[in-house]
């Protein structure tokens, strides 16, 4: 039903799903460019289409009774802010413990232009030592999907002309709003970062 729902929605918009799909089972996934409300719809109809299960990150307090078992059913993974080993801890004990996770993490964090990429996904995926893989959506030729999986290496320098490589050409839908891909870890070039450049404490910082 959802890839029929997905398949009319997109339909509907004038959208094609790119069906190349990494041979992968766990991963952070990231998706830009992000300039527009409309960009969270057509992802999740991308996602039915081509039956991929993305999970979220969440409060723990959003998965109580009575609808914790929705919320996790719909993808979300509980962060419990307090523990001691941190968000990209408890996300890395999530990785160990699954046979198959994709989470999704937003690099730019906002639908305005922003002059840094925040680096949650960059610790994530350094930490639980899982790859990233390069969601899209071109508003210019009106697909999406999922690119190819960038092994991170820790020179985020280096690491980060891959991923810009692979968004040079992707279009959002205010292109303008859609600023430099890069991080603050590049301007030292060393991870984790120094002191003046801190850790992200949460996933999308």
Same mark, same amino acid.
């Given at each position: 039903?959802?890839?029929?729902?997905?398949?009319? !929605?997109?339909? =509907?918009?004038?959208? &094609?799903?790119?069906?190349?799909?990494? #041979?992968?089972?766990?991963?952070?996934?990231?998706?830009?460019?992000?300039?527009?409300?409309? #960009?969270?719809?057509?992802?999740? *109809?991308?996602?039915?289409?081509?039956?991929?299960? !993305?999970?979220?990150?969440? +409060?723990?307090?959003?998965? +109580? $009774?009575?609808?914790?078992?929705?919320? &996790?059913?719909?993808?979300?993974?509980?962060?419990?802010?307090?523990?001691?080993?941190?968000?990209?801890?408890?996300?890395?004990?999530?990785?160990?413990? *699954?046979?198959?996770?994709?989470?999704?993490?937003?690099?730019?964090?906002?639908? =305005?232009?922003?002059?840094?990429?925040?680096?949650?996904? %960059?610790?994530?995926?350094?930490?639980?030592?899982?790859?990233?893989? !390069?969601?899209?959506?071109? %508003?210019?030729?009106?697909?999406?999907?999922?690119?190819?999986?960038?092994?991170?290496?820790?020179?985020?320098?280096?690491?980060?002309?891959?991923?810009?490589?692979?968004? &040079?050409? +992707?279009?959002? +839908?205010? $292109?303008?709003?859609?600023?430099?891909?890069?991080?603050?870890?590049?301007?030292?070039?060393?991870?984790?970062?120094?002191?003046?450049?801190?850790? $992200?404490? =949460? *996933?999308?910082?």
């Amino acid at each position: 039903m959802k890839r029929l729902l997905g398949r009319a !929605l997109l339909r =509907s918009l004038g959208w &094609k799903a790119d069906p190349n799909l990494p #041979d992968i089972d766990k991963a952070v996934v990231i998706a830009a460019p992000h300039t527009t409300n409309w #960009d969270g719809p057509i992802m999740i *109809a991308i996602g039915w289409v081509l039956g991929i299960r !993305l999970h979220w990150i969440g +409060k723990h307090t959003l998965f +109580k $009774p009575p609808f914790g078992a929705v919320m &996790k059913a719909f993808g979300g993974v509980p962060i419990d802010r307090r523990a001691p080993q941190g968000l990209v801890g408890q996300l890395r004990e999530a990785f160990e413990k *699954a046979d198959r996770l994709w989470i999704s993490v937003p690099p730019e964090g906002t639908r =305005s232009r922003v002059d840094f990429w925040k680096s949650g996904f %960059y610790a994530i995926a350094m930490e639980a030592e899982v790859p990233v893989l !390069l969601g899209y959506l071109d %508003y210019k030729g009106k697909i999406g999907g999922l690119g190819p999986a960038v092994h991170l290496t820790g020179n985020p320098r280096a690491d980060m002309d891959r991923i810009r490589e692979f968004y &040079k050409d +992707k279009f959002g +839908k205010y $292109p303008e709003n859609f600023g430099p891909i890069r991080l603050r870890a590049e301007e030292d070039n060393v991870w984790p970062p120094r002191e003046r450049n801190e850790a $992200p404490r =949460s *996933a999308a910082e």
